[in-house]
């Protein structure tokens, strides 16, 4: 799994339907009573399907895409993004940390 953290603000609209003219999403609204739950289906319907996932700060909902595409180059073309604006992960903990604690703005999950 190789996972992109996004460290600069991006209106999370903008960066939502900007990703939308790619790929058709599913969404999953969460709450503190079942964001484990929806979480864990989250991470289980990226390991099987060929898409990409996507998670943002303050927004309760997790994002599945249905088609895989060039995450880094849209959103450098879209929103002028450079190297230290990001940081790639490999392990699913980190950007989900990063994200709850205000560190990170959105992570983008990818198989």
């Known amino acids: 799994m190789l996972n992109l953290v996004i460290k600069k603000w991006i209106e999370p609209y903008k960066l939502l ?3 939308k003219d790619y ?3 599913e969404e999953f609204s969460f709450d503190g009573s079942n964001k484990s739950i929806l ?3 989250f991470l289980k319907q990226l390991k099987t399907e060929k898409g990409f996932g996507l998670y943002m700060k303050n927004v309760n909902k997790f994002y599945l895409f249905d088609v895989a595409c ?3 180059e849209i959103l450098t ?3 002028e993004l450079s190297d230290e604006d990001w940081s790639i ?3 699913e903990d980190t950007p989900f940390s ?3 604690s205000g560190k990170a703005e959105a992570a983008f999950f990818m198989y």
Do not use: A, G, Q
């Open 70 to 72: 060039n995450v880094k």
């Open 89 to 91: 992960f490999e392990d």
């Open 98 to 100: 990063l994200v709850d």
């Open 23 to 25: 790929s058709t999403v």
């Open 39 to 41: 979480k864990s289906h």
């Open 17 to 19: 339907e900007t990703i």
């Open 77 to 79: 073309k879209n929103f």
